[in-house]
């Protein structure tokens, strides 16, 4: 019996529940033109140069790529004004969480989540034998406090999601200084700031003074969003030294792509589609928020690409009658939110597409919002 031989950790797994890919869904009803607003990629797609440039690379890809991601790190380090030598490049920022866990935790350590935040972290801990402590969100954000409370001695690492994953909510820069100040400084904590570059509130911290102090905190960031690079899987992680060579221990010598690096460097020079990018999430919002307001729709103001919003109906049943329509979104009861979906916000053409496709199907369910 395979269940014999197999870690017993991993049945207690449950299984991620990816957004739908379009082919699927196009080849399962037999429509086309879907379109997905569910896994907050890019809709305004890579950079052009970054498209370029790993076509400018492909005869290199008989060759392994450097493993030290030298000229990335470079580049990155310079945009942020930081040291290359602070800097872990992963395949996507997913491989630096399970880095994370790989290299801090034992089994019986606890590792504290907000709940419902991006199932990551939960899955990277539940690997290595890590006790899970969720702490539920007060008005959809990451309550500090709380999670300060629920750390104990067993504590190894606290996660905070900022912009948090579903509800696009962000702690501030008080809250955290306030967290940090009274915080076990053994405690490590891991900041995912994957929708850094859409955040707008004032308020939110720069978490790299805090590696610059030297505190046991890890800033991780990705190609995957702003910068149209998902399908390539590019992150990083910026953190002091000693916890990035321990993060470089466990690392897989060439975990890297060769392309991704290409990508990402290119991705990285092409400010002009970041600004783009983040000035066409605003428009999107903008239009989204006034919809949502004109028929009574409550939202979560976002300071990410996605908006989490109440349907007033079964959540699957509005995923099923959406995709029928050829718009897939994200289900709230995965996020103990049943009545509650959550969509990248689009192109305009897209976010008129999702306005009337969902106004059909909330008068269809008969919603009562
Ligand atoms: C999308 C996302 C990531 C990015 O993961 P990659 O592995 O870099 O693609 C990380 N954290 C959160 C909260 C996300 O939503």
């Known amino acids: 019996m395979i269940e014999d031989i197999a870690r017993k950790v991993i049945f207690d797994i449950k299984p991620y529940i990816p957004g739908k890919p379009i082919e699927e869904v196009e080849r399962e009803l037999g ?45 990155i380090a310079n945009l942020l004004c930081i040291e290359p030598d602070n800097i872990i490049v992963g395949n996507g920022s997913d491989e630096i969480l399970k880095l994370i866990a790989e290299a801090f935790l034992e089994p019986g350590d606890e590792i504290v989540i907000a709940q419902p935040s991006f199932s ?13 402590v969720f702490v539920p969100l ?34 501030t820069k008080v809250e955290v200084d306030e967290f940090l100040k009274n915080l076990d400084p053994r405690v490590l904590v891991v900041f995912d700031e994957a929708y850094y570059e859409y955040v707008e509130d004032e308020e939110y911290p720069q978490t790299l ?23 390539q899987r590019v992150g990083y992680g910026i953190a002091k030294l000693n916890i990035i060579s321990a993060l470089n221990r466990v690392r897989e010598p060439f975990n890297v792509n060769l392309l991704a690096q290409v990508a990402a460097r290119a991705a990285l020079e092409d400010q002009e589609h970041v600004e783009k990018s983040r000035q066409g999430n605003r428009e999107g919002k903008d ?40 718009v897939i979104i ?32 909330l008068k269809e369910l008969g919603s009562k919002i």
């Open 31 to 75: 429509i086309k033109d879907v379109i997905k607003m569910a896994s907050n990629e890019n809709p305004f797609g890579p950079s052009p140069r970054a498209v370029e440039a790993m076509r400018a690379s492909l005869q290199k890809i008989s060759m392994y790529p450097d493993g030290n991601c030298f000229y990335l790190k470079d580049m």
């Open 120 to 132: 990551e972290y939960e899955f990277v801990g539940k690997i290595m034998g890590a006790r899970c």
């Open 138 to 171: 007060k008005d959809f954000t990451h309550d500090l406090e709380a999670m300060g409370r629920a750390v104990t001695e067993k504590t190894k690492i606290v996660f905070v999601c900022n912009p948090n994953n579903p509800t696009g909510t962000a702690v």
């Open 209 to 231: 003074e805090y590696v610059a102090e030297e505190q046991n905190v890890i800033v991780l960031r990705t190609f995957s969003k702003i910068y149209g690079l998902a399908g």
């Open 287 to 326: 239009y989204l928020y006034q919809w949502f307001e004109e028929k009574g729709i409550s939202y979560v103001p976002t300071q990410a690409n996605f908006i989490f919003l109440k349907v007033g109906a079964d959540s699957q049943e509005v995923f099923k009658e959406m995709m029928k329509l050829g």
């Open 330 to 361: 994200r289900t709230g009861d995965i996020f103990g939110h049943p009545d509650f979906i959550r969509i990248t916000v689009g192109t305009m053409e897209e976010n008129r597409r999702f306005t009337e496709s969902l106004e059909k199907v």
